[in-house]
Structure formats: C-alpha cells, structure tokens
C-alpha cells in the first residue's frame, strides 16, 4: 500500500499499530537479538531494517510523551559486558531531529524484558548493534 509522504519501512501492520496506541501505551523497536517473539502481545516483523532508520521513520508520526520525565528507555549494559553501544548517539540525534532533547532512562536487562510484554507492540529488526533495544512512550498530538 503506497500513500503520499508514508515511508515504505512503515508497513499498514505498523501504521494501524501507531494509530491504535493511546497516550502513555509503549512501543519496543528491538534488535535482532531480542526475544521478540517471546515478549510482544503484538508483533511486527521489519526484517531487513535496523533500528536507526525505523526509529526515525517512526517519530514522523508518534509524539512522544511530554507528560513523562523520561518517554524513551535503552536496555542498561549488563555488568561485566565491555560494551560501548555508539548506536545510542544515533537514538539521540534522531529523537533531537524530531522531538527535541529528551531525556533517557535506562533499563535493567529483565526488567526491560518485563516492560516489553506488556508494552502495547514489538517491532522485530534486524539490527545487529548490541544493547540497541528501545522503548518509547506515546504521548498526545
């Protein structure tokens, strides 16, 4: 399905699913290591994208919550992890382009996990970054 000015990454099962979710309701864009299909009451599959280019085609059209200290969360580095994931400087430069500075929290791993069941939608990428998991909080237009 083509309409002006929706891009193709955006499938009609993402649309619908952007539409649907109401104020406060969250949304996991999870990379490839995700359990997705674990944790997701809905799940959609965005296979061949990575998180940065769904991320900021998704934040077209999806306000982020303004009534929220922190809107967007990441998945915390496990302890002992030497890990520096620099696809979160991409995060902040596509929420900046969009939303303006927003705060981020950062989410223990299972805890993080417990949020994805019951966020409203997963989005299933191919991201191959480690630790590139988001979750954002819708807010009102």
Do not use: Q
Not at 85 to 94: C, L, N, Q
């Amino acid at each position: 399905i083509m309409l002006k000015g929706i891009p193709k990454i955006i499938s009609p099962e993402l649309m619908k699913v952007l539409m649907e979710m109401g104020h406060g309701d969250e949304i996991v864009i999870a990379d490839g290591n995700f359990p997705a299909a674990t944790c997701a009451k809905r799940l959609i599959r965005c296979d061949g994208h990575n998180v940065p280019e769904v991320l900021d085609a998704i934040l077209m059209f999806f306000p982020l919550d303004t009534y929220t200290k922190k809107p967007v969360s990441l998945m915390s580095v496990v302890p002992g992890d030497d890990v520096k994931p620099v696809i979160w400087d991409e995060y902040k430069a596509i929420i900046k382009k969009h939303e303006g500075e927003k705060e981020i929290e950062f989410v223990e791993r299972f805890e993080f996990y417990e949020r994805a069941k019951n966020a409203f939608a997963v989005v299933a990428t191919s991201e191959s970054a480690l630790y590139a998991n988001i979750i954002l909080k819708k807010g009102v237009v």
